[in-house]
């Protein structure tokens, strides 16, 4: 969440169109903005991350919840409630720009509104049940793409030319960038793999355990994944399943490391929560970018920030600017955890 604030600031943009291609500072901004089409960069894992995170957390706070004395009806309306609210929020966010009603559903909030619902629909089925049903709604997706044959759009692997333009355009009447509405049915496979981890870490076996498991999982879905590419191009634009099991083996490594580095070698800090004030309001955060809060705060920061610096340093000016602009977006975020504001659905 903090990372994607910083989308808001344009800091990677202004590195990568001023560093020279092929230097370090062009490979890291360049590792900030997703990837045009065929391949993978460090960007692409965001929302495999938003997605696998909302699945961890779901055994924890249903734990909670029935510990609060909470019938299991009473919290199928919870999720019902909360996966309407984010799919309307997410849909909402798109009528914004063009000022009029625009049935869009291609963001996070509301793709997560389907991975959710359908996590938790299945996160009592058996172990076997839910790495079945994962991999078959990849399998599933996988032959869609392959096999529809509407002429200009059975070109699976093709931007623009496959069935998830199609799709768009039938309802929405507007497509672009490649990016694909549908993508929330193959990336449900990263929610419900998220629950299956945090029962993982909800169990009792020891820690050493957990850790060797999460990583011999997430090293096998990583190679498989890269493997696919040969056959099955990663792709995150349409969500193909070489991305999602490849996106997946990195999510789960790195939830593997931050387990070992925090749970077993017990390095705990400040560093916590410098991250965690802006996690523990990533909706208010998410939306208050999303609407104009960001520009908003660049307005107002903009003139102090120039008025450091020349007609001849205007590149150094806008970085500082962006610094700044993260920086105010990361304070509110801190203030409202110091006063003790959660912005909850």
């Known amino acids: 969440m903090f990372l994607l604030i910083g989308e808001f600031t344009e800091i990677m943009p202004l590195l990568l169109h001023h560093a020279t291609e092929g230097s370090f500072v062009y490979a890291f901004a360049e590792q900030f903005h997703h990837h045009p089409w065929n391949g993978l960069r460090f960007w692409d894992l965001i929302q495999p991350y938003f997605m696998f995170i909302v699945g961890l957390s779901l055994p924890f706070a249903v734990l909670n919840r029935q510990k609060k004395g909470e019938s299991k009806s009473q919290i199928f309306k919870h999720t019902l409630k909360r996966a309407a609210i984010l799919l309307f929020l997410g849909w909402a966010l798109y009528c914004i720009g063009p000022g009029k009603i625009t049935f869009y559903f291609q ?8 991975t959710y619902l359908i996590a938790y629909l299945i996160m009592n089925k058996s172990f076997t049940f839910q790495i079945v049903f994962s991999v078959g709604i990849l399998a599933l997706t996988e032959v869609v793409y392959r096999f529809f044959s509407v002429e200009g759009f059975n070109h699976p692997f093709v931007m623009m030319e496959n069935f998830g333009t199609w799709l768009d355009l039938q309802y929405n009447g507007v497509s672009g960038d490649g990016w694909a ?58 969500a193909t399943s070489s991305f999602v099991i490849v996106s997946g083996g990195w999510t789960i490594l790195t939830l ?90």
């Open 256 to 345: 593997a490391f931050l387990f070992w580095l925090v749970d077993m070698v017990g390095f705990k800090g400040k560093w916590i929560t410098f991250f965690s004030v802006v996690g523990m309001n990533s909706l208010f955060i998410y939306l208050f970018t999303h609407i104009g809060g960001a520009n908003l705060v660049k307005q107002v920061i903009h003139p102090f920030a120039f008025s450091f610096f020349d007609s001849a340093n205007i590149y150094y000016a806008e970085l500082l600017t962006g610094v700044c602009v993260w920086a105010a977006l990361w304070g509110i975020c801190y203030w409202m955890y110091k006063k003790k504001i959660f912005i909850k659905i």
């Open 107 to 114: 963001n996070v909030l509301a793709q997560i509104a389907v």
């Open 181 to 238: 509405a549908i993508n929330a049915i193959p990336t449900t496979a990263h929610t419900i793999w998220g629950v299956l981890v945090g029962k993982l870490l909800m169990s009792d076996r020891l820690a050493r355990k957990k850790l060797i498991t999460m990583i011999l999982v997430g090293v096998m879905l990583v190679i498989a994944g890269y493997l696919m590419n040969s056959f099955t191009p990663i792709i995150k634009r349409i």
